[in-house]
């Protein structure tokens, strides 16, 4: 595919020379000879790169690389400052307004088109890794699973978003530290997460556990967490990478299943095959052990009665108090 360059430039011998040279090395060029006309060409012909004059007349090329930079469509967009200024704090001026290269003028052209492919390849790079990165957000979103990475050496922790989306924190409110989430664990698992960090950290034990946490927007929550360790070349713990996934969908749903299969739905009891697995098993405990277990029946008379003179419904209410 074709790049299009956008050339911001108000000398129009540059202008066509930038037409001609580039165009044999293979880039369609589109032009522009002030800020105003240029800016409307980045929104309009979405230029793949954008050669950009220092100097212009109405507004300089630092200023209009500045604005290009505050609009969504350019957040991203490589721009070269073309600069016949030969002084460092221009350079560096030009890469403070959000350059992403700069070019000396006068300009060789052929090494121009050179710039122009790498750095276009780089871009290209790059979009390809934030799409990657987004793709993998929003994966992360979807299955309530955020990543961290730890290095014990410094108690530091680099967390993703859906991590402390699960937590219902931001990043500002939460320290550095792994440790800084136990406040928020169930007060009844503090102490086994605590002795799993550091079992992790100090001994390089990868482990996997769920654990209940408080969430201050989403309530009580339940976790899997597991981690892997990574070591240097002397076997020390270097750092420590994990996944925490919200699972107290799975869990509830789980809880259900379990409900549906062995409980009552009028009564909320024990059903037939929790009792048989229940009876079995006492059974089985009492053979191990050479001892005897009873079972006690309690059975409800003139039921039926109940049910063909009242109905149902007045049936069901006896059954459940």
């Known amino acids: 595919m074709t790049s299009k360059i956008l050339i911001i430039d108000d000398d129009p011998i540059i202008r066509l020379l930038a037409v001609e040279k580039l165009a044999e090395e293979g880039f369609i060029v589109i032009e522009a000879e002030d800020s105003a006309t240029g800016i409307q060409q980045v929104l309009d012909e979405k230029p793949d790169l954008v050669l950009l004059d220092v100097i212009l007349p109405d507004v300089d090329g630092y200023q209009i690389c500045q604005h290009l930079r505050s609009l969504p469509a350019a957040q991203h967009l490589p721009i070269i400052m073309l600069t016949g200024l030969d002084d460092t704090s221009s350079i560096v001026q030009a890469y403070d307004h959000g350059a992403t290269d700069f070019f000396s003028k006068p300009i060789n052209w052929k090494l121009l088109g050179y710039r122009i492919r790498y750095i276009l390849r780089a871009s290209r790079t790059v979009e390809q890794l934030a799409h990657s990165e987004a793709a993998l957000a929003n994966a992360q979103r979807l299955a309530h699973l955020g990543s961290w990475e730890w290095w014990p050496h410094t108690n530091t922790t680099e967390r993703s978003d859906e991590y402390y989306r699960i937590y219902g924190m931001h990043k500002g409110s939460l320290a550095s530290s792994m440790f800084a989430v136990l406040p928020q664990v169930h007060a009844e698992d503090q102490e086994r997460v605590k002795t799993v960090l550091e079992a992790a950290a100090a001994k390089g034990q990868a482990y996997q556990h769920e654990f209940r946490i ?57 059903n037939r095959q929790l009792f048989r697995e229940l009876l079995l098993h006492e059974l089985q405990r009492a053979q191990r052990q050479d001892k005897q277990c009873a079972l006690l029946f309690i059975d409800l008379d003139r039921f039926k009665r109940i049910n063909d003179t009242l109905g149902h419904d007045v049936g069901d209410m006896v059954l459940q108090i």
Not at 217 to 238: K, M, P
Not at 246 to 262: F, H, S, W
């Open 214 to 270: 408080l969430s201050p927007q989403l309530g009580l929550r339940v976790v899997h967490e597991q981690a892997r360790i990574f070591r240097n070349d002397d076997g020390c713990v270097n750092y420590i990478e994990g996944i925490t996934q919200d699972i107290t969908e799975l869990v509830d749903a789980q809880q259900r299943i379990r409900n549906l299969a062995y409980y009552d739905n009028l009564t909320g009891l024990a």
